[in-house]
Structures are given as C-alpha cells and as structure tokens.
C-alpha cells in the first residue's frame, strides 16, 4: 500500500464524515465549521490528482474567503438552531430520502460501470503539466478567451445585481 | 505563439462586442448623469440597434470563431443563419421592451435606478446572443448564468412590492436547482466524449460505442437546464409566480426573447450533438444513442396540456399569459419533435408571431394596469366599449394566440400542423388540436370580460398617448397582414435555416 | 380560364362597409343603421346580377376568380359558383338586409358594432358559398366563429353568455379536426402529384384514389365539423342555447343562412371528395338524420317557449336536408337543396314573428299568450302562413323540398330501404302538430291574459316589409320551384355522376 492509497483513503474519510456531520448538527455554526473541514479534505484529494491550481482555489475561494463570509452572516442573524422541517412533514422526507438514494444508486453506477472516454486517460506527466497554474492561464487566454470574457461579465452582472438588491431605498 | 485567430474571430461577434459596449457605456452614464437620467433609455436603444444591425449583417455568413488550438476545425462559437435569426428574434423584443419601460408606470417610478436596469436589460440580451450561436458546453453554461442572473434582479426590481421579491427569489432558486443540474450533465457528459464541444461530442457519439444509459443520465440533467429556460413541463414551476411578480415588462421579455434563446440552445444542440445528416427530403438522421423524439413528445404534450388546464383557472390575467406561454412553448416543440427542416421552419415562423402577439398582449394589459393598478380579469368588465382601442386590439392579440383565422396565430399554428402531418404524427396533431380547444376557453373569457359584461362603476376610460398607439399598432400590422399573406414570413424563415453543421 | 372578378366584388361590399362604418359616430344610430341596409342591399342587387347572368345549362363553375396567395403552399384565392351556391349566394344576400331592417327598433344599445358584425358575418357566409379553395374556405368557416360570438354575447338574452361560449367552443372544436383533414390532404396530394394543393377542383381527383381506411377517418373528420354546425343529432345540444338567446337578428342568420353552411359543406366536401366513404357510411347518416327528424319534433312539442320550439323544428328540418343529401339521388339532393332555402324561409319567418311578439311583451312562454288572432289578426295571418310553409302544406315551399327529399330516398340505392321514408314522413306529421297546437294554444279561443290588450299591436310597416318578401318566395317556391330547381340541376347531377363514377361497383 503506497503513500498515495492511504492519504486517498484518509482524507476522503474526513470528507465523507465532515460532510455527514455538517447535515446532522442541528447548529448552524458547526455546521458551517465542518464543511471548512469537508472543503479541506477535498482540496487535498485535488492534490491528489495533480490538480494544483484548483486544490488552492478551493482553499483560498471556499474555505477562506466564502465560509467566511457565511459564518459572519450566521453569526450576525444570530440563529441558534433551525427548525426541522422533516418533523412537520413526514411525506417530503421520504422525497428527499428518495431521492437521495436514487442520486447514490446513479452516480454509484456511474463510477463502477460506464466507460470513461479514452481521449481522457492522459499520462501522469501530462496531467501534472495541465494542472499548472501556468497551463491553466494560457488556456484560458486563447482556447477559452471567450468564456473567460462571459464570465467576467457575469460578474460585472452580479456585481449591479448586488447593488440594486442590497440598497434599502429607491426613492 | 500564434494568436491571429483571435483577432479573425472578432469578425464574427461584432454583436457581441457591441452588447458588451453598451454594458460598460450605461454603466458609466449612469454614473456621470447622475442627476438627470433620461438619456439612458436613449441610449440603451442606440445600443439594441447598433447591435441589430451587425445582426442584421450576419445574415448569410457563416463560420466557426474562437477555434480550438488543439483541434482547430471547430470553435466556441459557430456564427450561421439560424442563430441570426434568433439574435434578431431578441432584438427586436429588446426594442420593444425599451418601448415598454418607457410607458410602464412601475418602471418610471424608480429613475434613479435606470441605469443598472438597462445594465441588466443588456445583460441579459448579451447572455442569450452568446447563446444562441454557442457551440461549447462551456461556453453554454456560463452565457446562460449570465442570463439567468441578469433576469433574477429584474424579476425583483421593483422591490416594493412583495410579490416582485418573492418572484425575484422563486426565480433563483429554480434556476440554480436546474443550471446546477445541467451543469452535472454536462460534466457527465465530457467524462464521456472527453470533450466539451458540440461537434467533437457528436463525432465521438458516432464513433465510440458508449454506455447508453449513462448518456441518457446526463443528457436529461442538460435538458433540466434547458427545459427551466423555456419553462417546459416538469420545470415550468416558476413561470407562474415569476410572470405575475415580475414588472411586466420584464415580464413580457422573459416570455418572448429568454424563451427564444432557450430553443435556439435546444435545436442547436440536438441539430449539431445528434444529427449525422438531413436527406433530400430534409429529414434529419437521429443517432440511435438517444430517444430524442419520445421523450419530445411526452415533454411537448405534458407542457401544453398542463400549461393550458391550469390557465382555465386564472383570474390575473398577468398569471394566464403566463400558463398560455407555457403551453405555447409546448406547441413550439412540436415544431422540433418531427426532426425536419419543415419543422424547424415551422418554428421559426411561429416565433416571429409569437413574439409580436405575445408582446402585444402583455403591452396592453400592462397599459391598463398603469391606470388601473390591477390585472384581475374582473377588473376588464365592459372594457371594449370604455376604451374600444384597446379593447380590440387585445381582443386581437388573443385570438391570435387562440390561433383562429385571419390572424397571424393561425398561420403559425397551420404551419407547425403541416409539419406534424408531414412527419404522419396525427395523434400528436390531434392531441394539440383539443388543446387549441381548451385555449381557447380561457382566451375567450377575456373577450367575455371586455365586451359581453357591462361595464362598472369601476371600469374608467384608458387615456392613451401617441407613442403607446403607435407601439400598439406596430404590433398589431404584422399580426393581421401576416394573417392574410404570409409569403414573406415564409420566405424569411425559410432563408434563414441553415445550422452550421460538418 | 376565363376570370371573372363578380363574386369578388360581391364579398368586398360588405367587407368595404363593415370597415367604413367604423369610421362613423356611434350617435347617429340612425344613419348607421341605413348605411348597413344600403351595403346589404347593394349586395343583394350584385347578387341577383350575378343570379341573371349564371347559366344554369352549363356544368361546372362560373365567375371564377383565381389569383394565386401564397407561393409556397400553393394556395389561391379561387372563387366560383355553381347552381347551389348561386342559390344560397342569393339566400344569403337576401336575409341579411332583412335582419338588418327587422333589429331597427330592437337593437338599441351599440348599433355601430351590430351592424359592422352583420356586414362581417356576410362577408364569412359568402366566402364559404364560394370558396373553390379548400384553404381560403376554412379561412372564411372560422371568420364567421367571432361576429356571431358577439352577436349572441352582447346582444342576446339572459344566459346568452353561456350560449355563445358554448356556440364558438362546438364549432371550433369541429372545425379543428377538419384543419388536421384538410392539411393531411394537402399533404397526400403533394405525395401524388408532387406539388402541395388545396384546390378543390384538384383535390376533387385526388380525393377519391385515397385508400379506403385513411379516407373513411377524413370523411368522419369533415363531417364532424359539418354535422356540428349543421347540426345533425346528437351534436344538436348547442343550438337550442344559441337560438334562444341571441337577439332576433342573430337567429335568423342562425337558422336561415348559418345551418345551412354544414349541409353545403356536406353537399361540396364531403360527397366529391370522399365518394367511397360517403356511400359507406350514407345509412348510418341517415339514420342519425332520421333520428333528428323525429327527435327534433318530439322534443318541439313539449316546449312551452316558442323560440325554442321553433329551434327544436330546425333540428328536425335539417334532419330532412342531410336525409337528402346522403341518399345520393338527383331528386333528393335537388330537394335537399331546395329544403335549405326553405328552412331559411320559414324557420327564418317564425324567428322574425316570435321576435316580433317578443318585441312588445318580452315574453316568449306560450302560456303566457291566448286569443291574440283577435287583437292582432295581420300578425296572425302571418304566423299562419310561416306555419304552413314550415309543416309543408302543398302550394308551399316547405312541400317542394320534403317531398323531393323523400321520394328521392324511396328510390335511394345508398339507402335501399323503405324504413327511412316511413320515419321520415312521421316527422312531417309531427310538425303539423307542434307547430297547429302552438298556433292553437296562442291564437285561438279568448284572449287569456288581459295584459296583451294593451301591449299587443298588430305589425307596422317596418315589420310588413321585412315579411312580405319572404312570403312571397314562400308561395313561388310552393307554385313555381323550377325556378329555383332549373338552377341546381345541372349542379347535382355533375356531383352525383362524379360521386357513382367511383362507386359505381360498390353498390353491387
């Protein structure tokens, strides 16, 4: 057993179990805490998979700076415990039970049965390559030009949108 | 390294580009005329026109832009007539829907908000001129967020009142369900093929043997996304609420341009991911990886169906336009679901009545909410004598919907039938013909409303002025010449079909 | 082919009208009310030009007018006439102006939209009468849904808003299948002759090579559509409603030119297009006619309000046309045709008196009336004569075209059998008494109810001139009928004889 299976192994347990424990507690602030936890552990299994550039972002995006940010708001509203809305209906938690098995069972079959695409199956060396920062910002300055400029409209977009939904008064 | 093809592709997204402009321009007029803002829908008009005339320019050129370097035969954007055909679609709602800002009371309540409103306007038309020529999943994906998004704040731009809002947040959280969904598709769908361009995918659909179910996974997660645009049943949930919150004329350009767009992405990507061929007969050759056509048809007759029934019930008339344009987009599929050049003409042709009926009919119910305050259909009583211009022009607008002739309803509604009939699809025929029945109830109570109940204490003469007249009768022209002689629609349409293909 | 711009001119003169009466004040009532008159009376002469100048020896149609509409689906604006439109043209022309002047007084409240409708209803019934295109016809059928929509809805009676939904809803229904029937033609031919057409007189030689099933299921889809409007039992339940709530105008446009467009259509779609399936399914028809004949009448005679019995005896007498017409025999259809010009008359007569009554009481119960021959004896002379000529006493219209229609059917091969004569000539019994005991119940003995002293008054001139003329074919039609049957002789014979040049070897 390499080095590799094993940090795969311990780091995908703190995912599963940090992802289990942020559903279950019943306050909003440790709930809060254990998905920073959650998104550590993934960006940990990005590593992993030579993925470097989105490893840190995942930190830097999600852990840092939006985790924050909600843990301000919670803190804020001063929420102490949320109601359970499965208590009063008993019907939506067999939906949503549904539902989630039912996700399980198809992204279960996706892993174990169906075939990936070859033209995705590249080397270790390659891969270590295309995950660089250098790589990803040629990418996205040539082949992906476009998208970048859409989404850094999308942005300029959420930015007005922020504004106008945030200030209290027109008149 | 070798960047000239960037530069080449500016070439084909001169719309874009101008769009884009317009987005940074009303930003910082905004800014600068801080005090006075009435040049802002000026400008924003200036913008839509300039941008429609590059579209207008497009037509008959055709091309990939923003090519791949690794695989340089295809691009990001593939420019064709069909697309400029939808971006003039979209143009010429947005013209409209300035037209309509400048006459709704609940938009001239908050001038000092104009800027970031036509900001957003140009957002959104933006998102769904990228759209609608998109080739890359992509690309897809992030020029629908920004339509998407651009149409959330406007759903609640007017704050004040509550059910704006509700419509607001409604919106959102549908549409970050669904794009999240797609997006999920999508993902699935790269895994696949390996790679996120529509082309590549269909080749590697033809040539690699793939696990079908799989495929079929993810391609209903992409339709979620797609269906939530064009408020087709199961994802229609929002439209209601939405249509009825929103400022109608946001409102009314949801209804006509975002849905637009929405099968504009749909035809592309089915045309393009599924299609090997179209034979002589201009048939298209579906590959056998997915059953396009049943899942079409069960989704084109839930939506009209559902769309049409619940509309029985309404008594806001904001809220029944928006069950009727459900069930529109139901018949619009019925256009797409014969797989035929015939169909897809069929649809073009109904778009273009669509978005001047449909348009109309909102214009005017939005004009006497302005007096009235109120779009309860009670509120109509005795209308068409009180105000007989605009008691005949919606009556026109409706029937046009209904589709009966010698409005221009009826032209769109005949040629998407030849198409269904053509393909030998009778029951589906059948089945959307007693939904034209059901329709027809509800569009008619309006006119009952109008003319056969007299009016009220409370029913007051509509004053109209010069420019509402003339936006009304604009819109009606088309409708009753288009009714009569509709050769040039048909000949537009028909010029305007070609997707770029291999 | 020789253009004629005639019929053309003959649709564009209400058209023309009805737009320039929007630009009228809806003040001068008046002056609205004269110019609707003058435009249908316009017609009304273009009409009886076009009658004097048809030739009646010749088969096929005349005055055609063609100009191709639209390229791409081959469609034109074809008009033409044979016998049978020529007469119905002529019908149509001549109750309209009538109308027009019997709702002078009882039309008060929006003259301006009532009279634009009327013209716009004409405009619809001419259009169908004439339409040589199976398109441009299906325009004209629907136009005429929404004027009479209004009519029924603004200016009819209490449940009248119940009774014009329930109208545009029936007959939208069946027209709708008969949009699917007409594209699927259209499609079939562009599959057999390579080019798209709804040319009747195109689709008259491709309608019968048609395989027999598929023909069968556009036969029924027409003749839904026709039967709805027409209407034959049991698709009857909207008629009643709508006959007695629109306003007297509306229900003798109703009954005398409105009905009258399924049995044409009957007559022009059905039997040419789809000859085969027409012979198949002639008894079943005319068992459903037959079942009207009789129904119709039971039903008139338990009624206590007179415009309902006098809609339930439409049911019945257009009971007796689509008998006619599926017995696919020279006399019968001679007399069918014959028959719908008769109902216009008399059922439209009947509506104008009731209407009249109505006018001055408000009431239409039955009970309510007694002894009036007294107080108002023109009125009931009147009343006898529309009775007798709808009853088919002999020396009057209605017994022209009901015994042609059975004699027809006694010789029918269609048919071939005797029963539907039996049960079709009860149905005339029935109408002798329906019609005598209503006369009896109001006209005769003492004047029961004192109040009619004082609100009957005998008719006015007004109301005389707007009988008189119908009176006067009544008793021709009932004298002379070659007139009127030289005219549409030669017409049903080309039908009938390109109807058994396909069928002949299925009768055998």
Redesign the interface.
């Known amino acids: 057993m390499n080095l590799e299976i094993i940090l795969f192994i311990v780091l995908a347990l703190v995912a599963v179990v940090s992802s289990v424990a942020m559903i279950t507690r019943p306050h909003p602030v440790i709930s809060a805490v254990f998905l920073i936890l959650n998104f550590f552990a993934l960006s940990g299994l990005y590593l992993l998979l030579n993925a470097q550039f989105i490893a840190v972002v995942q930190v830097i995006v999600y852990a840092g700076a939006i985790m924050v940010l909600f843990l301000f708001v919670l803190m804020l509203l001063n929420t102490n415990k949320e109601d359970n809305i499965f208590k009063q209906n008993k019907a939506l938690k067999i939906f949503a039970i549904a539902i989630a098995v039912l996700i399980f069972a198809q992204v279960a079959f996706l892993i174990f049965f169906s075939s990936p695409s070859d033209a995705l199956n590249s080397q270790v060396a390659e891969s270590v390559q295309s995950g660089t920062i250098q790589q990803i910002g040629t990418k996205l300055y040539t082949d992906y030009i476009l998208p970048f400029e859409a989404a850094g409209f999308l942005l300029l977009a959420a930015t007005i949108g922020a504004l106008v939904l945030s200030k209290k008064k027109f008149e | 390294m070798d960047l000239s093809f960037i530069t080449e592709s500016l070439y084909f997204v001169k719309p874009e580009i101008a769009a884009s402009a317009s987005i940074i321009l009303l930003v910082l007029l905004d800014l600068i005329f801080h005090k006075n803002k009435t040049i802002i829908p000026y400008v924003a008009l200036a913008g839509i026109i300039i941008t429609g005339i590059f579209v207008v320019d497009q037509f008959n050129i055709s091309g990939f832009a923003f090519l791949s370097t690794d695989n340089p035969k295809y691009g990001m954007i593939a420019v064709d007539n069909f697309g400029a055909f939808f971006k003039l679609i979209i143009i010429i709602s947005s013209i409209f829907v300035v037209a309509f800002s400048a006459y709704s009371d609940e938009i001239n309540k908050i001038t000092d908000r104009l800027g970031e409103y036509y900001a957003l306007i140009f957002g959104m038309i933006l998102g769904m001129l990228v759209l609608i020529s998109a080739s890359d999943l992509i690309l897809i994906y992030l020029s629908m967020e920004l339509l998407s998004l651009s149409s959330y704040v406007l759903a609640g731009f007017t704050k004040l009142r509550d059910r704006s809002s509700e419509a607001s947040l409604k919106y959102l959280l549908y549409g970050a369900t669904s794009t999240g969904m797609m997006l999920f598709g999508i993902s699935i769908l790269y895994g696949l093929t390996g790679s996120t361009n529509l082309y590549i995918i269909s080749a590697a659909l033809q040539t690699q043997s793939l696990n079908l179910l799989t495929l079929a996974f993810s391609i209903i997660l992409i339709f979620a996304g797609i269906g939530y645009k064009i408020s087709s049943a199961p994802f229609h949930f929002w439209t209601p609420d939405v249509y009825e919150g929103a400022p109608i004329s946001i409102t009314a350009y949801l209804s006509v341009a975002s849905k637009a767009a929405g099968f504009a992405l749909l035809i592309r990507f089915i045309k393009t991911t599924f299609v090997t061929f179209v034979d002589d007969n201009g048939n298209w050759q579906l590959l056998q990886v997915f059953d396009w056509e049943s899942l079409l048809i069960i989704i084109s007759l839930l939506t009209m169906t559902l769309g049409n029934f619940t509309a029985l019930w309404q008594r806001n008339l904001k809220r029944m336009l928006a069950y009727s344009s459900i069930a529109h987009a139901g018949y619009l599929m019925l256009g797409l679901l014969v797989f035929s050049n015939q169909g897809l003409i069929a649809i073009l042709i109904y778009f273009t009545i669509y978005l001047f009926m449909n348009l109309g009919a909102f214009f005017i119910v939005m004009v006497i909410a302005n007096k009235t305050g109120s779009e309860d259909i009670d509120d109509y009583d005795g209308l068409g004598?009180k105000s007989s211009f605009l008691g005949v022009s919606l009556a026109i607008f409706l029937?046009s919907l209904t589709g009966?002739?010698?409005t221009a309803g009826?032209i769109g509604k005949?040629y998407l039938?030849?198409a269904l009939?053509?393909a030998k699809m009778?029951t589906v025929?059948?089945i959307a013909?007693?939904n034209?029945?059901v329709s027809?109830?509800y569009y008619?109570r309006v006119?009952?409303h109008m003319?056969?109940?007299s009016p009220t204490e409370k029913t007051e003469k509509i004053p109209l002025n010069f420019g509402q007249i003339a936006v009304i009768i604009i819109m009606l022209i088309p409708i009753l010449l288009f009714g009569v002689?509709?050769?040039p629609v048909?000949?537009l349409a028909?010029s305007y079909i070609t997707i770029l293909g291999f | 082919m020789e253009q004629s711009a005639l019929l053309t001119y003959l649709i564009l003169i209400p058209f023309a009208g009805s737009i320039i009466l929007f630009a009228f004040k809806e003040k001068h009532a008046q002056l609205i009310r004269w110019f609707g008159l003058f435009v249908s009376g316009l017609a009304f002469i273009l009409s009886l030009v076009i009658y004097f100048s048809f030739d009646a020896a010749k088969p096929g149609f005349q005055f055609t007018h063609k100009v191709l509409?639209?390229?791409?689906?081959n469609v034109s604006y074809h008009v033409g006439a044979d016998g049978i439109s020529v007469l119905l043209i002529l019908l149509t022309t001549f109750i309209t102006p009538l109308t027009l002047l019997s709702s002078w007084k009882s039309i008060q409240k929006?003259v301006k939209m009532f009279t634009i409708m009327m013209l716009f209803l004409e405009v619809g019934m001419l259009g169908v009468f004439m339409s040589l295109d199976i398109f441009l016809f299906?325009?004209f059928w629907?136009?005429m849904?929404?004027p009479m929509?209004?009519i029924i809805?603004?200016w009819g009676g209490e449940q009248?808003?119940y009774a014009?939904?329930k109208f545009?809803?029936y007959t939208?229904?069946g027209s709708?299948?008969m949009?699917?029937a007409i594209?699927?033609l259209?499609?079939y031919a562009s599959e057999v002759t390579g080019s798209f057409t709804t040319d009747l007189l195109e689709l008259y030689k491709i309608g019968p090579t048609i395989a027999r099933d598929t023909q069968n299921w556009m036969f029924l889809a027409f003749l839904l559509s026709f039967a709805i409007k027409v209407p034959l039992f049991p698709l009857h339940t909207w008629l009643p409603d709508a006959h007695v709530q629109a306003p007297t105008a509306g229900s003798v446009i109703l009954a005398g030119v409105l009905l009258k467009m399924g049995t044409y259509g009957m007559l022009r779609f059905n039997l040419p297009l789809f000859p085969q399936s027409a012979m198949q399914y002639a008894p079943f028809i005319s068992v459903l006619a037959v079942i009207g004949i009789i129904y119709g009448a039971l039903v008139a005679m338990v009624q206590t309000d007179m415009k309902k019995l006098v809609a339930y005896s439409s049911v019945s007498h257009l009971g007796f046309v689509v008998l006619g017409i599926f017995a696919l025999t020279e006399e019968s259809i001679q007399g069918a045709v014959i028959q719908m010009v008769n109902h216009g008359l008399s059922t439209g007569a009947l509506f104008l008196l009731v209407g009249i009554v109505y006018e001055r009481t408000h009431r239409r119960e039955i009970s309510y009336y007694g002894g009036i021959a007294k107080l108002v004896p023109v009125y009931a002379t009147a009343m006898m004569i529309a009775s007798l000529s709808s009853i088919g006493l002999p020396g009057l219209n209605g017994f022209i075209g009901e015994f042609l229609i059975l004699l027809g059917s006694f010789k029918s091969q269609s048919l071939d059998s005797w029963w539907f004569v039996i049960f079709g000539a009860t149905g005339v019994i029935f109408a002798a008494v329906y019609l005598l005991w209503m006369y009896e119940r109001v006209f005769f003995g003492k004047v029961t109810n004192p109040k009619l002293e004082s609100e009957l008054t005998d008719l006015n001139k007004r109301e005389l001139l707007v009988l008189i003329p119908i009176f006067v074919l009544i008793v021709w039609i009932g004298i002379y009928p070659s007139t009127f049957l030289n005219l549409t002789e030669v017409s049903t014979q080309s039908i009938l004889q390109h109807v058994s040049s396909f069928t002949i070897n299925l009768l055998n």
């Open positions: 004598f029937v009966l002739p010698p009826f005949l039938f030849i009939v053509d009778l025929a059948i013909l007693l034209t029945v027809l109830y008619i006119l009952k003319f056969l109940t002689y509709f050769s048909v000949d028909k | 509409w639209i390229d791409s689906l929006k299906y325009i629907e136009v849904l929404i929509y209004f809805g603004i009248r808003i014009s939904v545009f809803i939208m229904f709708l299948l949009l699917v594209i699927w259209a499609v």
